[in-house]
DNA sequence: AATAGTACTGAATATATGTACAGTATAATA
DNA sequence: TATTATACTGTACATATATTCAGTACTATT
């Protein structure tokens, strides 16, 4: 699933409230009612990029024939227990037993993506991202990591959270989202980086 | 509710057919072709009987303006459903089903405090706290406020989420975590302030 | 500099759709 | 017996709706 912009969401949220309230989908026009649009074709475009990332499907000539895909929907609504791991300063964030704080019950499709478990923050060196001290990142255990991805990376023993930042086939920088922190540029010639894996969400207790 | 007859129920449930199939209810014409009917006044007719029985609505000159009336509204207490309400910049995020967008399972027990529904977050006035767009706020309805607590405020008709913090009896100030918002005081003589619920935990999907 | 994606306005049009009207027929009800 | 509801066929038409075409403008990428 591509990313998605602000105007095309604003589309799908809309399109979700009026069948929430009507029973059934939006033409183009009523749309354009909705978000002041003075062009039915306003809400065709907006329409056709929703349906080619695939986040609704149009049925071509039937009026109001748009349909929100849900693909978390069919998966079913097990619940599972996720282990809590902490971050320490220098520590690994293994799955070994010691390192369980505790479990959490959630639903297996909780998060966009499926998850292995819930990493327990400590620091600041991710505030401007939104996460703060404690609180517990959902961690996919995967090696398919994109530039701008938020990852979980251990250089030696040393573990941190970090944007994940591929500069050439041979650096890769870490980067806080704090700028009180400074990037963490690895040499992969010369340092072992290990990606544990990447961030698929967040959860916050307070 | 008046009695319904078989023809009447077929329809009734071509029509549910339909929507589980598609996503959106049929036209005259599409019933016509399901249960073999020839004129698409056959439809009509079914139709107008099952709005008269009170089973539909139909939404007069919409195309495709069926909905089937939920007679059985047994909003499952116990359940794990949860709601997932937009905050729209000017308008309330209510319990009304219009407002719902989705709803996550999660178990009752997931925040350390039992929560009412999920707010859907617009704008970064909060960035500080490490709210972010379109985060989810898991929100408890109570007016059970403490200063510092993260409440979701509404005056008038702007909601806001900010931190509460009450000055004197007469002055509240809602403050942002945000060094590009200011501060918004209340004189609650001057002004009403409501608040809905405050925020007992965070969910983001990434 | 060229291309592609996003984000719109505005006009035009073929057709999809609701809906009224004219019939026929059967069964139940007042 | 007259009326009403059910259960259809068939035709017709105004309009609701999808969809295309022609533009403009901004942004990011190649």
């Given at each position: 699933m591509k990313e998605i912009t602000?105007?095309?969401?604003?589309?799908?949220?809309?399109?979700?409230?009026?069948?929430?309230?009507?029973?059934?989908?939006?033409?183009?026009a009523d749309i354009c009612k909705e978000l002041g649009f003075k062009s039915p074709n306003s809400a065709e475009t907006?329409?056709?990029?929703?349906?080619?990332k695939g986040f609704i499907s149009i049925e071509?000539?039937?009026?109001?024939?748009?349909?929100?895909?849900?693909?978390?929907?069919?998966?079913?609504?097990?619940?599972?227990?996720?282990?809590?791991?902490?971050?320490?300063a220098a520590?690994?964030?293994?799955?070994?037993?010691?390192?369980?704080?505790?479990?959490?019950?959630?639903?297996?499709?909780?998060f966009n993506s499926s998850f292995d478990y819930f990493l327990k923050v400590k620091g600041l060196s991710m505030k401007n991202a939104g996460i703060?001290?404690?609180?517990?990142?959902?961690?996919?255990?995967?090696?398919?990591?994109?530039n701008g991805d938020?990852?979980?990376a251990r250089i030696d023993d040393e573990?941190?959270?970090k944007f994940f930042n591929r500069k050439s086939p041979k650096i890769v920088e870490l980067e806080p989202a704090n700028e009180d922190f400074e990037n963490i540029?690895?040499?992969?010639?010369?340092?072992?980086?290990?990606?544990?894996?990447?961030?698929?969400?967040?959860?916050?207790?307070?």
């Open positions: 602000s105007q095309q969401q604003r589309v799908l949220d809309c399109i979700q409230i009026y069948i929430n309230k009507t029973g059934f989908p939006p033409t183009r907006h329409l056709r990029a929703l349906e080619k071509s000539g039937a009026s109001r024939g748009i349909s929100i895909i849900n693909n978390d929907r069919n998966s079913s609504i097990n619940s599972d227990e996720y282990p809590v791991i902490g971050l320490v520590g690994s964030p293994t799955l070994a037993e010691e390192n369980i704080m505790n479990t959490i019950n959630c639903p297996e499709s909780f703060m001290e404690d609180d517990l990142i959902a961690v996919k255990k995967t090696s398919d990591i994109k938020i990852v979980i573990v941190t959270v540029v690895v040499n992969l010639e010369q340092e072992e980086l290990h990606i544990e894996g990447k961030s698929v969400g967040l959860l916050r207790k307070n």
